[in-house]
């Protein structure tokens, strides 16, 4: 039977709309980070990672979050050789789209100028790469993409916010997600981010 996810994000989110909340405590949130790695003197990776959403205080040092999260990389070639085949691959785009819902809790007071966090929630993703190969005997090259993977994912984040002025805070987080919970070794993925975060 194959199921479909719209409704059901349709769904969670009119019931997260439904919740109640403190007045005063709905929160906006921007993050992001970009690394470049070098593999070799011609071989480089290209790392961007973009985090937005809004949050509901349902108590004090409790915030309800909803995210959209999108990590991309791009290395610009590979070389290859196997069963006496050889070639390059290049622009290797992998993309990853995680929808996700979750509780912060606050560790320290919520009114604390500096108030670390810890984030647990769960979400959906969708995953895609593609990229061009080029045999070693060939002048051209031949571009291919993946079938999209989707699934659940686990989110575990430790973070803090800093309140540098009334309504505003510079938010440092570093998240986890965990993907393929059905084989016997999961995806675990690291990422550390540095943002804002807006009290309407």
């Avoid at 996810?5 to 349709?10: M, T, V």
């Avoid at 929160?27 to 990672?49: L, N």
């Avoid at 070693?136 to 803090?160: A, D, H, I």
Wanted: zero cysteines; hydrophobic letters at 40%.
């Amino acid at each position: 039977m194959k199921i479909s996810f719209r409704p059901l994000a349709r769904y969670a989110f009119l019931a997260f709309l439904a919740l109640p909340v403190s007045a005063g405590a709905v929160e906006v949130f921007a993050k992001g980070s970009a690394s470049r790695t070098m593999v070799s003197q011609d071989q480089w990776t290209i790392s961007i990672k973009a985090t937005g959403g809004f949050a509901f205080y349902l108590a004090d040092g409790i915030r309800l979050e909803a995210r959209y999260t999108n990590i991309s990389s791009l290395q610009n070639k590979l070389e290859v050789a196997d069963a006496g085949v050889s070639g390059t691959v290049s622009d290797i785009l992998t993309e990853t789209a995680i929808y996700s819902g979750g509780v912060n809790i606050d560790l320290f007071s919520r009114r604390a100028r500096f108030r670390p966090y810890l984030y647990l929630g769960a979400g959906y993703a969708i995953a895609k790469r593609s990229y061009d190969f080029q045999l070693s005997t060939s002048p051209s090259k031949t571009y291919f993409e993946e079938p999209e993977q989707r699934g659940l994912s686990g989110n575990v984040g430790l973070g803090v916010d800093w309140e540098v002025a009334k309504s505003f805070a510079v938010e440092l987080e570093v998240l986890s997600y965990i993907t393929n919970f059905e084989d016997d070794k999961p995806l675990i993925n690291l990422y550390g981010s540095l943002g804002v975060r807006l009290l309407l």
